[in-house]
């Protein structure tokens, strides 16, 4: 059973910058590709970006394209989102997700694994 933990939300002025990490436990990260998904108050959970495997294969949605990187560290067991740029439309639980395998993907329904989220919150 895999267990995701993230860290690194909080409160930050629009235009600053917070790193979010997730730190999977109970089995070999390399195995699982990984992504974070956001939502904020009354709206649907959704994707921000996603890596594969090896870490080579990354996609960022439109929204955030530009601002936010994702990276992995398969050796820490760690993976992080990079937010600059913030802006208060930004302000979101944010998700740390895995699913196992090849490939990745955008659609929520195909991560098994969900962490239980950090809140990010820009003000303007």
């Known amino acids: 059973q895999v267990q995701l933990v993230e860290s690194g939300g909080g409160l930050v002025q629009a235009g600053g910058s917070l790193t979010l990490s997730c730190v999977p436990s109970?089995?070999?990260?390399?195995?699982?590709?990984m992504a974070w998904f956001r939502q904020a108050p009354g709206k649907d959970r959704d994707f921000v970006a996603a890596?594969?495997?090896?870490?080579?294969?990354?996609i960022i949605a439109d929204s955030v394209k530009g601002r936010f990187t994702i990276s992995r560290d398969n050796a820490k067991n760690t993976v992080a989102l990079k937010m600059n740029s913030l802006k208060p439309e930004d302000t979101a639980v944010y998700y740390c997700?895995?699913?196992?395998?090849?490939?990745?993907?955008?659609?929520?329904?195909?991560?098994?694994?969900w962490g239980q989220g950090t809140q990010v919150t820009v003000a303007s």
């Open positions: 890596i594969s495997l090896s870490g080579r294969s990354t």
């Open positions: 997700a895995a699913r196992r395998g090849l490939g990745i993907y955008t659609d929520k329904s195909t991560y098994n694994y």
């Open positions: 109970g089995a070999t990260f390399s195995n699982y590709a």
